[in-house]
Structures are given as C-alpha cells and as structure tokens.
C-alpha cells in the first residue's frame, strides 16, 4: 500500500516555521505581515476558503485586511480597493478569491495587483519569473505540490513526470517547476489521445482538471506518485455531499509507492504556500 503525502500535517509546521519567521522579523519592521483577501458574492465554498485563510493568518501572527464584497459590485470598485491596497503599507499580499461572479473580468483584476504583492503568484511578472528560472512569488498550489515532493525526498530529477491538465493555474506552472528541478514533463489534457498511455507512463503523476475519479488504478504504473490536485464535491447516495479527487483513491492507492489524500492533501499545502508567499514578501521590505 502506498505511503500517504500528508499535506495537512506538512502544512501545520510550514505555518510553526512561518510563526517563528514573523517573530524574528517583526521587530525590524515594525508591524506585522498582512495579508488582504478580496470574496465578491456569496459563493458557500468560496466563503468556507476564506475562512480558512484568516484563521491561519491568525495561527501565524500575519494580519488579515480582507473585503467581503456583494455580488453586484463593478469592475472599477474592485479595481479601486486594489489600488488602494497596492498603497497601502500594511498589506504584503493580495488575493482575489476566485471565481467571481457575473462577468467580472478575473484576469483584467488579477493583473491590477501590484506584483510584488502578488500573494497567488500569478501576475504575468511572477509567471515570467518562473520561466526564467529567476527568484520571486510562486503559484501557490503549484509550489505546494513540489514542497510536498520535496518534504519526501521525492526528486524530480530524471524522472518522467505526467500534468493532466494545462491550467495556468496548476498544469503550466508546475510544469515550469518539474521542469526546473529536471523532470521529463509531459502535459496531457482533454484533446490528449489515450490518456491511459500517456499517465501509465509517468513515474510522477499530477492530476488536476476538476474530473472526480478520472484516474483509475489501471492508468497508474505501478510504484509511481500520485499527487492529485482535484479537488471535486459529489453528492452522498445517503444525502449531503463529500470532497474527492480525480484519482479513484481507494484503488489507486495499490498500485502507488505515494499518493496525497483528498481532502488533507494538496489543498492546505496551497492555504501554508499563500502565507509563505505573504510571509516572503514581507521579508523583502526588510533587505
């Protein structure tokens, strides 16, 4: 039976490093980090997210200056709130928790924010740093996925690597990163002919397309790792609903030396690496 990647448990002592971090630093500075999350609407799952951010910021000392704000909001006051937070001294990282409702421009608002307060990594500045291979703020759940690795001893190196899915949010960062640590990456995706043949073939494999179950045990080599980065809600047959991956977990498990859990997997390790991102910022102001 494969060895569970706890990302819950490494999760916990990112945020014991980063607690200390900020008791080391604060005195220099003078304040706290600070962290703003920006909710638009009443999305449930979106709000739970969120709460879970403030708690932690709280668990670590960083300080939250986060908005709720209605459904209906335009364009320009987001725009606004993010300029104002770009000036604001307090506040080392922004995040737009998505998605947002209506039309509201995701991208357009994302690019608003200054890139060194880029707490979810993915300005275009902050991607093209990755690209180069050059230090800066890195996407959060792809630099959760390589902490994890990394927590293992697991080394990319010479490995072939699979990414089912090409996101910028997952799928195209984590492949600049596998990349970085010399994998042999392959991306596969929904026009991807047999999937089967291509995900048997890696020794490290990420899913992450939102797709419960899609990876099944016979499209696994076997001892490979499994990090699946979906994270998908589906209704109990006895009412009410649970969190799974894309990887049926239960039968995959058998057949890999590693495999991440869903829900306790990926998913905090996004939350500790949105705090270190905060945190990292921070720090800069120091140097």
Known sequence: MA???????????????????IQTVQPDIGRPP????????????????????ERSCERVGIASFGQHLPADSSFETLSGI?????????????????????????VALLHQIAPEKDADGL??????????????????????????????NIDPAGKKAVIVGRSILVGKPVTLMLLEANATVTIAHSRTPDLAAVTREADILIPAVGRPGLITADMVKPGAVVVDVGINRVEKPEG?????????????????????????????????MLLHNTVWSYCQRRS
């Open 3 to 21: 060895q569970i990647l706890d990302g819950k448990a490494l999760a916990g002592k990112i945020q014991e490093e980063l607690r200390d971090r």
């Open 34 to 53: 600070g962290l703003a999350v920006l909710m638009v609407g009443d999305n449930p799952a979106s709000a739970a997210y969120v709460r879970n951010k």
């Open 82 to 106: 993010i300029q104002d937070l770009n000036q604001d001294d307090r506040v080392d990282g922004i995040l737009v928790q998505l998605p947002l409702p209506g039309d509201l421009d995701s």
């Open 123 to 152: 300005h275009p500045v902050n991607l093209g740093h990755l690209v180069r291979g050059e230090e800066g703020l890195r996407s959060c759940t792809p630099a959760g996925v390589m902490r994890l690795l990394a927590e293992y």
């Open 240 to 272: 009410g609903s649970r969190l799974v991956g894309d990887v049926d977990f239960d039968n995959v498990k058998d057949v890999t030396s590693y495999i991440t859990p869903v829900p306790g997997g990926v998913g905090p390790m996004t939350v500790a």
